[in-house]
């Protein structure tokens, strides 16, 4: 035990200038943020303290309750469909396919691009003058509609599609190697029982395959909660105020519309957004490390 | 390796600046600007040359206009200020204010400033007496650029002087297989537009009682629900793929004569130019409908406060030259847009630049941009409401009008 304790002291102190970072850099601007949304500063910080006026202000603001509820639809559609993709992908390379490396390349390739990138290409897809439409039409069916993109009512799924097109190699990966670690002797004995590969798959190697799974979710939240580039490229939150998302606004507002104040009130709702969404699981997952 | 000879550009670059500076006495004067575009930096070798040959010595601050008020105000907080920077009047009113910019009223006094600058400007850049910026450039935002080859093929001869006669023509456009109107669906140009509409309905006044005199109620108006009327109509003459396309693709469906029309800013022009186009056989131009009224905006370089003399100097030096006979015609002519001051020659300026510059010397004929009469937030929220407008097809004008008028209370 004391040889121990005297390791520790010395990490300790390897470690304490890691501390001081996190302190002054994360915890401090993190305070600095809430202690700012609390005032009314504009072009620059002022100390005027005006309670949570900028908080109604926020929830009274018609764009920031777009926003919420684009990050709404978004959120899940993106996570589940990237999820769902990146796996039935995954399942397709690991049936021993020819060239599986070549695929493998092929569908990461996307994640490498900026979402910039992506959002410019997809725009121009989408574009009904341009892309997937007039190709379409030119090919000889000439009343072929796809225009989401200039539909008020369906351009947020745009987003959708080219945020699944991005990042579903990422889950593919990750879930491939989940399924390389798989025993073999489980696919013996599940053969010799005569089960459907299907339900193998679904009863039995996707329980094994938890750890990937929350991973690649983490990971694609993290990107929904941050989105902000691929909405600037592709729609630049338009037509009108129809695909706007908080990030948006907090940039806008901290930014273009010179308000301090209430950017950084809506900072502070994304990261208790966050907050609400991970404690939860990591009770659960701590709940469940307590049982075992 | 490109890196690498990028470093060593720039090490060089320093030893000879910094021998130059052993070797004589010049001023250094730290410009922050975002000109950043091919034929403004052409143009502003104007300015670089004109400060090089008279004392000072020009450095290059060239920051995205994105981030440029935040850039000059944390140098200015942080105690490095610029000697000048590029920035709009809502910014230069919240920072003198709180005493951060230093006025150059000795120069303006010294240059008549008054006398020489559009007076609507002089009221907005000097509102309490003090001038805390130099007007470098202005430009006309309700620019009508049309293809002459368009409107041919349509068989028109003369653009109408109403709202009502461009509905007809358009629709004759429409007819002969072209788009009616050019427009980039991305909320500042929709703002663009509304502007140039709202300043056509009855001679700027409605435009000057809203947003300069700030008369609310001028809101609930005839005038103003008729723009309003006019603003939706005019989205029906543009095409499907107008929405979040960019000013300079938008501009070139002219240029190229598949659209007949366009709204746009002078800088508009910079792409018929660079196409080699001409403005009296190619296309056509005129200052918003029918040459009414100006709405004008503008750059402006505001002045940090600071105590140090040679700082001090510098940035009158800045003042003197931006706005000084010379620069000011060359700068116009190199850049193809009007100049600040009225008093010069407009002979040698392309004729689309005469007929702004002529309706910018008499005061009941101009109005700015919104950019100059409203705080950055009020604006950015009024922008939101204007490519709502614009883009929802089931808002009820009223409901606009209404919600409008809720922004400035």
Partial sequence: MPARSRWFGIADLALTPTWVIVLIFYVGTLAWTVQL?????????????????????LFSSQRWLVSLVNLAIFGPLFVGGCLLIGFLLAIMLDQKVRFESGFRTLILYPYSMSFIVTGLVWQWMFNPG????????????????????VRRDMAIFTIVIAGIWHSSGLVMVLMLAGLRGVDADIWKASRIDGIPAWRTYISIILPQLVPMISTATIL??????????LVIALT?????????????????????????GLGSAASVVMLVGVLAILAPWYFARSLRRTRN | MKQWRATAAAVLALIASASGALGEDKVDVEVLHSWTSASESAAMRVLVDAINSSGGKWVDAAVSAGTREQAATNRIVGGNPPTTFMTSFGTVKSLSGQHLLRNVDQVAEKEKWRDVLPAEIVKWNAGDGHFYAVQTTIQSLNMMYYSREVLAKSGIKEIPTTWDGLFGMFDKVRAAGFIPLAQSGTPSFELNLFGTVLASVDGGKIYRQILAEKKFDAVHSAEFAKAVTIFRRLKSYTDAGAEGRNWNDTTALVVTNRAAMQFIGEYGRGEYVAAGKNSQTDYGCNVGLD???????GDIFAFPETKDPKAMAAQDLVAMTFLSKEVQTQFAVKRGSMPARTDLDPSKFDPCVQVGYKLAKQPENVVLSPYVYLDPQTLGEIRDLITELWSNDTLEPQDFIDEFAAKFE
């Fill in chain 1, 236 to 260: 630049g939150g338009g037509p009108g105020i129809s695909t706007e998302v908080p990030a948006k606004f907090a940039m806008d507002y901290f930014f273009d519309r010179q308000n301090i």
């Fill in chain 1, 220 to 229: 694609l939240m993290l990107g929904v909660i941050k989105s902000y580039d």
């Fill in chain 2, 291 to 297: 040459n009414g009224v100006v709405v004008l905006g």
């Fill in chain 1, 130 to 149: 341009l892309g997937i439409q007039e190709t379409v039409r030119s090919l000889g069916w000439e009343t072929f509609v796809f225009d989401w993109i």
């Fill in chain 1, 37 to 57: 949304s609390l005032t009314n500063s504009r072009l620059l910080p002022t100390g005027t303290f005006v309670g949570l006026e900028q908080y109604v202000t």
